[in-house]
């Protein structure tokens, strides 16, 4: 997913870098005049080609406006394939995306207004294009189906969904739909079970935006994602501390925010899965390594983890069993006698003579 992201994003570049010089113009559409560039540049072209362009321009918009989508996007193609550095080239590609769409065959759509931007990232609508991506792409993630031909319902795809939003982010990384794509991808991510995809998501939305409005509630799904990887305290706690330090960072960044009661509580779960994963520990090389010395660390580190709670008083109460028993071996290791042991006071007796 990431290489193609990747490639997607190089692809753009180097549409950018090999792209002749075009002219800058505004294409304005009425239906009694048909197309025209503001300024009265003939689309770039010149002579013959510039009236060609022109022409099928016109015949494509007036199909379109009749109903008759399938002649428009044909020659809409022909405009994009025959002037490429026309004018018209972007807006014929954008035409086809658009109509692709309103048919509902999604990937076609998608596929041609990534065209689009690739080869005219000066294009006054490029974030008109982009918004059209997401849309595009956000329908695929609900369950709708694009269409084969026009008609027949292809399967549902949502992994079809989370590759349009990585190529979003990778094609238009500062712009607004950005966040919101990388936000979709770590959910989308999610519910296909590839947690470690959703995580890389959710980080790169923290990291790549700041000061986005969306980045509070990354910083609550990162740190609930991770949380969602804790298998309890007998097993590895990689999970839990990045869960930690994640709802910590919420809830010092962010002391306003409405998810504060739910950072708080998953907080709380975890320094108590943590303080069980050392009460565990030290609990083992107590009874079954004799090794007071460990014990008493991990005694410790159960209570400092999380001093306040039931697990840290159990650990309070075994330490002093622990620190008595190091401390009776320290005495039988340098010689010293073990201290003896009080006896009972005797009753007394009384005698009647």
């Known amino acids: 997913m990431r290489r193609l992201t990747s490639l997607l994003f190089l692809s753009a570049l180097t549409g950018l870098l090999l792209l002749p010089a075009r002219l800058a113009a505004d294409l304005i559409w009425t239906p009694s005049g ?24 016109n015949k494509a918009r007036t199909a379109e406006e009749a109903g008759s989508k399938g002649s428009a996007l044909k020659l809409y193609t022909t405009v994009s394939r025959k ?18 769409q309103q048919r509902q065959q999604y990937f076609k759509a998608f596929e041609n207004y990534q065209a689009m931007l690739a080869r005219y990232p ?3 609508k490029f974030t008109q294009v982009v918004g059209e991506q997401y849309r595009i792409a956000s329908d695929l993630f609900a369950g709708k189906r694009s ?8 399967f549902r795809n949502r992994e ?20 919101l794509a990388l936000m979709n991808a770590a959910r989308g991510y999610k519910q ?8 890389d998501a959710l980080d790169r939305m923290i990291n790549t935006y700041p000061r986005s409005v969306l980045t509070p509630d990354a910083y609550l799904k990162i ?64 009874k079954y390594r004799k090794n007071y010395k460990a014990a008493k660390v991990f005694y410790n580190e159960a209570i400092t983890v999380y001093p306040d709670s039931p697990v840290a008083a159990q650990a309070r109460t075994k330490l002093v069993d622990v620190e008595a028993k190091l401390e009776q071996q320290t005495n039988a290791a340098a010689g010293k006698p073990a201290p003896a042991p009080v006896a009972p006071a005797k009753k007394k007796r009384f005698w009647l003579f």
Do not use: C
């Open 34 to 57: 048909g197309w025209k560039v503001e300024g009265g540049v003939l689309a770039g072209l010149g002579g013959e080609e510039g009236r060609n362009a022109l022409d099928l321009m």
């Open 83 to 100: 002037y490429p550095n026309s004018v018209f080239a972007a807006e014929a590609l954008f035409r086809i995306g658009s109509l692709y």
């Open 122 to 124: 000066s294009s006054e």
């Open 147 to 154: 269409k084969i031909w026009g008609w027949l319902p292809g």
């Open 160 to 179: 079809k969904a989370l590759e349009y939003f990585e190529v979003i982010v990778a094609t238009a990384p500062y712009s607004d739909y950005a966040p």
């Open 192 to 199: 296909i079970n590839e947690t470690p995809a959703a995580i």
């Open 223 to 286: 740190a609930q994602t991770h949380a969602s990887l804790v298998d309890g305290p007998y097993y590895d706690q990689a999970s839990t501390k990045e869960a930690i330090t994640y709802y910590e960072d919420y809830m010092i960044l962010f002391p306003g925010d409405a998810g504060m009661a739910t950072a708080e509580k998953g907080l709380g779960d975890m320094k108590t899965v943590l303080a069980k994963s050392k009460l565990t520990i030290a609990d083992y090389y107590l």
